[in-house]
């Protein structure tokens, strides 16, 4: 079977483009209790920005802190519960912000019209009904939330997204004159996700045609991005990984991730660990896996002055680093494209952990 692919309705792409948002939330407005839901990065707050929202009577505006922690089911069941009480059922939700945002008006859309916890409806297709119409702006790129067909979010027992053709936005606004206030760290590990997306996708059983022209494109953006001749956090730049993001999400949807991101996961869900940086953390000691990928992101690290950590598994017990092969370890279908159907025979806990052991 052939994945069948559900992609974004909609797309505005340019500088500017933001202010188109007005118009496009017109003729959703008579939905459900005629009100908006926006969901802001707190780091917008006060800057210029907050002022182009399209605010209207009877809209909500929530303002939320992305650095307490990542999206959990609890922060999603509370915004739908309290929203509801408050105001009813939105006509839309519009987030605007990075990974965080997305996943949380991603996961939101779909709560405000599925029953009970959203710890009910983690994994794939649990989803009854579709969600409310909704919107997403990002303002940091690489990550390509704004187009897949998940909604990260940490339960009390799992850390697994809301995953259905109903998660993907209706509409994405991009609009590379907001990422242009990044800090620079933070531009380069989430920056980092899109380069290692793209790797991983090509590097795979799964890897086929139609996964490879995006990444093949994205790569290209990348390394203009990060590597060549005029990289660096520029505004022409910022047009090019806005796209690459987006990109390099499509490609690994019609395709896979890999080791990185199993060993990524194992970070995240037992030391915390954000996503796009923890990539950056284990794909440097991946070289027997992606050798060309790993000398590449050695350059950029350079290129850049990139702190990168070294000897954090010295601080790790060896009960973590095994929690966290167990965790890699269990993630079947990034082995399958990562290393083939018999993956078992090369891939073991112990090498896993001896993974981790060079982090
Ligand atoms: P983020 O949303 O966590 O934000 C990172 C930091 O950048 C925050 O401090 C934020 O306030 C700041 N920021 C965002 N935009 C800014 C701007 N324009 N100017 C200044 N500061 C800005 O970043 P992320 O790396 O995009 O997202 C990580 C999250 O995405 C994780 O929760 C991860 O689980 C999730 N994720 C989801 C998917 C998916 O497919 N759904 C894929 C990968 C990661
Ligand atoms: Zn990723």
Same mark, same amino acid.
């Given at each position: &079977?052939?994945?069948?692919?559900?992609?974004?309705?909609?797309?505005?792409?340019?500088?500017?483009?933001?202010? /188109? &948002?007005?118009?496009?939330?017109?003729?959703? @407005?008579?939905?459900?209790?005629?009100?908006?839901?926006?969901?802001?990065?707190?780091?917008?707050?006060?800057?210029?920005?907050?002022?182009?929202?399209?605010?209207?009577?009877?809209?909500?505006?929530?303002?939320?802190?992305?650095?307490?922690?990542?999206?959990?089911?609890?922060?999603?069941?509370?915004?739908?519960?309290?929203?509801?009480?408050?105001?009813?059922?939105?006509?839309?939700?519009?987030? %605007?912000?990075?990974?965080?945002?997305?996943?949380?008006?991603?996961?939101?859309?779909?709560?405000?019209?599925?029953?009970?916890?959203?710890?009910?409806?983690?994994?794939?297709?649990?989803?009854?009904?579709?969600?409310?119409?909704?919107?997403?702006?990002?303002?940091?790129?690489?990550?390509?939330?704004?187009?897949?067909?998940?909604?990260? *979010?940490?339960?009390?027992?799992?850390?697994?997204?809301?995953?259905?053709?109903?998660?993907?936005?209706? /509409?994405? %606004?991009?609009?590379?004159?907001?990422?242009?206030?990044?800090? @620079?760290?933070?531009?380069?590990?989430?920056?980092m996700?899109?380069f290692i997306h793209c790797i991983e996708s090509e590097n795979g059983t799964l890897n086929?045609?139609?996964?490879?022209?995006?990444a093949?494109?994205?790569?290209?953006?990348?390394?203009?991005?990060?590597?060549?001749?005029?990289?660096? /956090?520029?505004?022409?730049?910022?047009?090019?990984? &806005?796209?690459?993001?987006?990109?390099?999400?499509?490609?690994l949807?019609?395709s896979e991730v890999g080791v990185c991101h199993a060993l990524s996961y194992g *970070?995240?869900?037992?030391?915390?660990?954000?996503?796009?940086?923890a990539n950056c953390v284990a794909f440097d000691h991946l070289e027997d896996y992606y050798p060309q990928g790993v000398k590449e992101f050695r350059?950029?690290?350079?290129?850049? /002055? %990139?702190?990168?950590?070294?000897?954090?598994?010295?601080?790790?017990?060896?009960?973590?680093?095994?929690?966290?092969a167990?965790?890699a370890y269990?993630l079947?279908h990034m082995w399958v494209h990562a290393i083939g159907?018999d993956w078992k025979n090369k891939i073991t %806990?112990d090498l896993i952990k001896g993974l981790y052991r060079r982090m």
């Open positions: &079977m052939h994945k069948n692919f559900k992609n974004i309705d909609k797309t505005v792409f340019g500088r500017g483009s933001f202010d /188109q &948002m007005d118009a496009i939330l017109a003729e959703k @407005r008579q939905e459900n209790d005629q009100f908006i839901l926006f969901i802001v990065d707190q780091y917008f707050k006060g800057k210029p920005l907050e002022k182009r929202i399209p605010l209207k009577k009877g809209d909500v505006i929530l303002f939320i802190d992305v650095d307490i922690h990542e999206p959990t089911t609890e922060q999603i069941d509370h915004i739908r519960d309290s929203v509801k009480a408050s105001h009813g059922i939105p006509a839309g939700i519009v987030g %605007i912000g990075g990974g965080s945002i997305m996943d949380i008006a991603k996961a939101s859309s779909l709560m405000f019209t599925n029953e009970g916890s959203s710890t009910l409806y983690q994994g794939l297709n649990l989803i009854k009904k579709p969600g409310v119409y909704h919107l997403g702006v990002p303002t940091i790129s690489g990550t390509g939330a704004e187009c897949s067909m998940t909604a990260v *979010l940490t339960g009390p027992v799992k850390k697994l997204g809301l995953k259905c053709d109903w998660t993907v936005f209706n /509409q994405l %606004i991009l609009d590379p004159d907001l990422i242009a206030t990044v800090p @620079r760290n933070w531009w380069f590990y989430t920056g996700d899109t086929n045609t139609y996964s490879h022209a995006y093949e494109q994205a790569l290209k953006l990348c390394r203009e991005v990060f590597v060549n001749e005029g990289s660096g /956090q520029t505004s022409a730049n910022d047009e090019k990984l &806005m796209v690459a993001s987006l990109m390099g999400g499509l490609s949807t019609y *970070l995240s869900k037992i030391l915390g660990t954000r996503h796009c940086y350059t950029m690290v350079q290129k850049h /002055q %990139i702190d990168l950590p070294k000897n954090l598994s010295k601080e790790w017990t060896d009960d973590q680093i095994t929690a966290m167990e965790v269990n079947t159907a %806990i």
